[in-house]
């Protein structure tokens, strides 16, 4: 058995999950408008490697500051299915479906919140998740994250500890895929690396390692 392991964001969807959220909370009227922009000039620090992760997440966490876990994830579930199933890659789908017909494990690991991406990742009908931890006090969400966030060399962290505790399952081999080049320790640590819809950079880079590139579409 083998474990494949599934960036989210531009990767398994076409999109940036978090920043859909937002723009759902915000037609909802439930988050204020500005925060659209000041989500975006963070991205384009995520983008160029740059971004703070603690600062992003404490920006898109705030609105749900105060509010209860149930009715989150009933908004969760609404926004799943009107604005994430629709942008699944079919190639993805079809790739996470080839992996659990071989008897593979398949986890989605994104830098998003474990709110989000738990909860999609079930709908995908993947084993597990691993995800920026979003803390719940008293079943209300506090605006605050905890442990080690699924960022960068955080990935790899997180997926080491988790298969660690995997004892009944021995894998193989690993399989990783993602679309940028702050996820380059997940691949560098995979047996095998797929790069999906890569930009100049990563692309010489899987090409410099021989990693294999892929063009999906919507």
């Not at 509010?67 to 790739?95: F, M």
Request: hydrophobic fraction near 45%.
């Amino acid at each position: 058995m083998d474990l494949a392991v599934f960036d989210l964001d531009e990767t398994v969807i076409c999109a940036d999950s978090t920043g859909l959220w937002l723009r759902w909370l915000v037609s909802q009227g439930f988050a204020r408008e500005t925060l659209l922009a000041e989500e975006q000039a963070l991205m384009a620090q995520y983008y160029a490697g740059t971004l703070a992760m603690e600062e992003y997440m404490a920006l898109t966490l705030s609105p749900l500051a105060g509010l209860a876990a149930p009715t989150v994830a009933g908004w969760v579930r609404r926004w799943i299915q009107r604005d994430i199933l629709p942008r699944v890659y079919p190639e993805a789908r079809d790739r996470i479906g080839w992996h659990q017909l071989r008897g593979d494990k398949v986890v989605i690991c994104s830098a998003s919140g474990e709110h989000l991406v738990a909860p999609i990742a079930e709908r995908l009908g993947a084993h597990g998740a691993l995800a920026i931890g979003v803390e719940v006090v008293d079943d209300r969400y506090s605006g605050q994250t905890y442990g080690t966030l699924t960022y960068k060399e955080g990935k790899v962290t997180r997926l080491t500890d988790w298969r660690a505790l995997q004892q009944e399952s021995q894998f193989d081999r690993t399989w990783a895929y993602s679309d940028s080049m702050n996820d380059l320790p997940l691949l560098a640590q995979a047996d095998h690396a797929l790069v999906i819809n890569p930009d100049a950079r990563l692309h010489q880079e899987a090409l410099a390692r021989g990693w294999e590139v892929c063009r999906w579409a919507r």
